[in-house]
């Protein structure tokens, strides 16, 4: 999740959701903060797949992020309005 490509981080952001991957919440919570919108949104969208409080967390801080997509996967994976 530290790839200098963004392509990279994104698949991986995928990966850990799709395979819910605890240990990747730290990873993603700071994917969250990416310059690419892209990989901003699928780091939440995974957040979404896993099961853990820890993630609900980062879901909820996402709620506050400057990116409308973010705002808007977090709020979707957390059962709320956009």
Do not use: C, F, W
């Amino acid at each position: 999740m530290k790839d200098p490509a963004a392509d990279v981080r994104q698949r991986a952001a995928e990966l850990a959701g799709e395979r819910s991957l605890v240990a990747a919440i730290p990873g993603l919570r700071r994917l969250i903060d990416d310059p690419r919108s892209d990989v901003r949104e699928a780091a939440t969208e995974a957040l979404g797949h896993i099961a853990d409080p820890a993630a609900r967390q980062a879901l909820q801080a996402a709620l506050q992020s400057h990116d409308p997509k973010v705002r808007r996967a977090a709020a979707e994976a957390l059962g709320q309005d956009p």
